[in-house]
Nanobody, 119 residues
Framework: QVRLVESGGGLVQAGGSLRLSCLVS????????IAWFRQATGKEREFVAA????????YYEESVKLRFTISRDNSKNTAYLQMSNLKPEDTAVYYC????????????WGQGTQVTVSS
């Protein structure tokens, strides 16, 4: 049973930083393409960032490209999202997603971690 557990969310002032973690258990993280999504109250879930299995490729939503950094440590079965210069509009529940490669490995979501940025 694959499980994802996010941590690291919290309340921070605008301009501050947070680092989110996503621990993968049940199967080695190297089997998964890892992405972060977020969902603000009353809005649809949106893509934030993603990273290839080996970590050699990364992708970002335009509004976070110069402020957020996705990384992963497959030896620790953990992915990270370093968020800097946070803005109130970054307030949301942040979700980790693991998409198996090949696809029959499965697609999994964590329970989410709340990030609140005060102005």
């Amino acid at each position: 049973q694959v499980r994802l557990v996010e941590s690291g969310g919290g309340l921070v002032q605008a301009g501050g930083s947070l680092r989110l973690s996503c621990l993968v258990s049940g199967r080695a993280a190297e089997n998964f393409f890892i992405a972060w999504f977020r969902q603000a109250t009353g809005k649809e879930r949106e893509f934030v960032a993603a990273m290839s299995r080996s970590g050699d490729l990364s992708y970002y939503e335009e509004s976070v490209k110069l402020r957020f950094t996705i990384s992963r440590d497959n030896s620790k079965n953990t992915a990270y999202l370093q968020m800097s210069n946070l803005k109130p509009e970054d307030t949301a529940v942040y979700y980790c997603n693991a998409k198996g490669v090949p696809s029959f490995v499965g697609n999994y979501w964590g329970q989410g971690t709340q990030v609140t940025v005060s102005s």
